[in-house]
C-alpha cells in the first residue's frame, strides 16, 4: 500500500481544491487543467517511461472525442457507451499508429514526425468527411441530466475529471512497479542492450501505445462531453499534442505526479500572465514560451524535481 | 559425450562488400570456459552478435541446445538461455545497479519482489553488492563491466558469452575478476568468452578458437595454440614466426 500513499494524499488534495472551487470560472479552468493532465498521463507513459517522444497525441485525443460526439449525435448511441467506445477507439488508432511506425523502426526525431503526419492528416481528413459534419463541426444535443452523463454546473465534471486523473496516478504507479515498466524503462534506456536481456522491444512498446493512446483518448472523449461540440482544429489541432507533452515535461517526465503538476502549473501560470497583461494580445503566449524555456535550462527533471533537489538540499543542509 | 550445447555451421556475415566472418564452423560442448582470440578486425564480435541474434547471419545455421535459432532475433534467443556481455559497455544509465541488473532477472522472475531479490543477489555475487542502488551513470568501468556481467547472468543463460571483460581494467582488477568466471563455469554455465588479456586467457579457458579476418585459423588447449606458427603470423605478420624460431626479434 506504501507506493500509493502519496498518490492518496494527492487525490485528497484535489478533491479539498474541488470542493472550494465554487466559482464557474475557477471550476472551468480547473476542469480544462485536469483534462490537459489526464491527456498528458497519456502521453508521459510512452514519452516519459518509454521514451518514445509523439508529436500527434492529438490523433487519439481527436478520435475520442469525434467517437464520443458522432455516436452520440447520428447514431444516438447512450452517452456512457459512446464514452467507452471514444476510449476503445483510441486505444485502435494507437495500435495502427504504433505498429507502422514501430515496425518500420522508427524512433526520435523520425517517430515525432510520423505521429505528428498522422495527427495533421486526421485533421484534415475530419475537417472534410461527411460523417464528422465537415468544417462545422458535430454537437452533441444539449439534455442535462446525469442518463446523459451531461450536468448543470461545472462541479460534477471536476469531480469526474479528478477520479479519472487518480486512477491515471494509480495507473502509472502500477506500470512503475510491474515488469512491463521495467523493460519499457530499459527500452527507452537501450534498446539493444534490452533485447539482449529477452525484452520483445516491439511488443512493449506496442503495448506502451495503446495504454497510452486510451489515456490521451479518455481525455478526449470528456473534453467533447463537457463542451458538447467538436471540431476538427480542436479535436485533431496541434495545441493537444503540445500541451499533453508539455505538462509532464514541465511537470517531471517518467514520474507519477509530473502531468498533474505541469498542467495545473501550466493553468496558474497561464491565468496569471492573462491577468497582469491581459491587455497586449499574445503577450501571455510569449510569457508561455518564457516558462518552458525556463524549466528547460534550470530543471530539466521538470519542476518535481526541482522540488526534489530543494527539499534534499535542505535536509543536507539541516543535517 | 553429450550433445553440443552450439554448433555453428558455416557462418558468413558480409558488411557490405566486407566479410567479417567467413564461413566460420564450431561445436561448443556442454560447461567449461573456451576462448576466442585473435587480432584487432578478426570479427570476434561479429561472430558474438551472430551467436546473440543482434545480427543476422548472411549464410549457414546457429543451432543451440538442439534447435535451430538462426532466425530467431535476440530477445528470443535470451528466452533459450543466451546471455551477452558488450565489449562497450551498455548499461541502463538512468537506473540503479539493482534495477538494471532486475531488467535481466525479469525473465524467468515475473514477480517484482523475486526479480528485485534476484538481482540483489547476482549483483552480490559479481561484487556490485555494496553499490545496489548507486545510479549505473555513477559506475567506474570496471564496475560497469561487473554489471554486464551481473545482467546477463540475471537471464539464466546456458551460453554466457563475455566480450572483452577484462579490457581497459587494471592488473588488480583482472585478478578479482578470474575467480568470477570460474565461479560461473562450476555453476554449470558454458562460458564463451573474447579477450585480449593472454595471461587470462591461458589460466581461465581450456579450449581456444583464433580467428582471422573472419576465419577460424586454428584451435585447441592454450598452450598449442599460442605456439601454431599461424596464429603468430595473424597477430605478428608473415615470417614472424620462422624469425622468432631463429631466436632473433630483429628484422
Known amino acids: 500500500m506504501r507506493p500509493y500513499l502519496s498518490i492518496v494524499i494527492v487525490a485528497l488534495a484535489l478533491a479539498a481544491l474541488a470542493s472550494l472551487a465554487h466559482s464557474n470560472t475557477l471550476a472551468n479552468s480547473l476542469v480544462t487543467a485536469t483534462i490537459i493532465a489526464l491527456a498528458g498521463y497519456g502521453w508521459n507513459l510512452l514519452g516519459g517511461y518509454g521514451g518514445q517522444y509523439s508529436f500527434g497525441h492529438a490523433a487519439f485525443f481527436g478520435a475520442a472525442a469525434y467517437v464520443d460526439a458522432v455516436a452520440q449525435a447520428r447514431y444516438g448511441v447512450n452517452a456512457y457507451a459512446a464514452f467507452v467506445l471514444a476510449t476503445a477507439a483510441a486505444a485502435l488508432v494507437g495500435v495502427v499508429i504504433g505498429y507502422l511506425s514501430f515496425r518500420a523502426g522508427l524512433r526520435g526525431s523520425y517517430f515525432a514526425l510520423i505521429t505528428l503526419a498522422f495527427a495533421e492528416v486526421m485533421r484534415v481528413l475530419a475537417n472534410a468527411a461527411g460523417i464528422t459534419g465537415g468544417a462545422a463541426g458535430t454537437l452533441i444535443r444539449l439534455a442535462p441530466s446525469p442518463s446523459h452523463f451531461q450536468f448543470v454546473g461545472r462541479q460534477p465534471y471536476l469531480w469526474i475529471v479528478l477520479v479519472l486523473v487518480t486512477l491515471a496516478m494509480i495507473a502509472t504507479r502500477a506500470v512503475e512497479r510491474s515488469r512491463f515498466g521495467a523493460y519499457l524503462v530499459a527500452v527507452r534506456e537501450n534498446e539493444a542492450a534490452a533485447r539482449a536481456l529477452g525484452v520483445d522491444a516491439l511488443r512493449v512498446k506496442l503495448q506502451a501505445i495503446v495504454i497510452s493512446a486510451a489515456l490521451t483518448g479518455l481525455a478526449g472523449a470528456l473534453y467533447a462531453q463537457y463542451f458538447l461540440f467538436v471540431d476538427a482544429s480542436i479535436a485533431f489541432g496541434p495545441w493537444i499534442s503540445i500541451e499533453a507533452l508539455a505538462a509532464p515535461i514541465v511537470g517531471g517526465l517518467g514520474t507519477v505526479f509530473g502531468p498533474l503538476v505541469g498542467a495545473l502549473a501550466l493553468d496558474g501560470f497561464g491565468e496569471a500572465a492573462h491577468a497582469v497583461a491581459g491587455r497586449t494580445p499574445g503577450i501571455e503566449l510569449a510569457l508561455y514560451g518564457a516558462l518552458l524555456v525556463l524549466v528547460v535550462a534550470v530543471a530539466r527533471d521538470g519542476l518535481q524535481g526541482l522540488a526534489v533537489r530543494f527539499f534534499a538540499a535542505r535536509r543536507a543542509g539541516a543535517a | ?251
Do not use: W
Open chain 2, 1 to 251: 559425450m553429450t550433445a553440443p550445447l552450439l554448433v555453428l555451421e558455416g557462418l558468413t556475415k558480409r558488411f557490405g562488400g566486407l566479410t567479417a566472418i567467413d564461413g566460420v564452423s564450431l561445436t561448443l560442448p556442454c560447461g567449461g570456459v573456451t576462448g576466442i582470440i585473435g587480432p584487432n578486425g578478426a570479427g570476434k564480435t561479429t561472430l558474438f552478435s551472430l551467436i546473440a541474434g543482434s545480427e543476422r547471419a548472411n549464410t549457414g545455421r546457429v543451432l543451440f541446445d538442439g534447435g535451430d535459432v538462426t532466425r530467431l532475433p535476440a530477445n528470443a534467443r535470451a528466452v533459450r538461455g543466451i546471455g551477452r556481455t558488450f565489449q562497450i559497455t551498455q548499461p541502463f544509465a538512468g537506473m540503479s545497479v539493482r534495477e538494471n541488473v532486475a531488467v535481466g532477472a525479469y525473465l524467468r522472475h515475473a514477480r517484482r519482489n523475486d526479480a528485485l531479490a534476484r538481482a540483489a543477489e547476482i549483483a552480490e555475487r559479481v561484487g556490485l553488492g555494496g553499490r545496489l542502488d548507486a545510479p549505473a551513470a555513477s559506475l567506474t568501468v570496471s564496475a560497469r563491466k561487473r554489471l554486464e556481467v551481473a545482467r546477463a547472468l540475471a537471464t539464466e543463460p546456458k551460453l554466457l558469452l563475455l566480450d572483452e571483460i577484462l579490457a581497459g581494467l587494471n592488473p588488480s582488477e583482472v585478478r578479482e575478476f578470474a575467480p568470477v568466471v570460474r565461479a560461473l563455469s562450476a555453476q554449470g554455465i558454458t562460458v564463451m568468452m573474447i579477450e585480449h588479456v593472454m595471461h587470462a586467457v591461458m589460466n581461465l579457458c581450456a579450449h581456444l578458437y583464433v580467428l582471422a579476418e573472419g576465419r577460424l585459423i586454428a584451435q585447441g588447449p592454450p598452450a598449442e595454440v599460442t605456439r601454431d606458427p599461424l596464429v603468430i603470423e595473424s597477430y605478428l605478420g608473415k615470417g614472424a614466426a620462422a624469425r622468432l624460431a631463429r631466436g632473433g626479434g630483429h628484422g
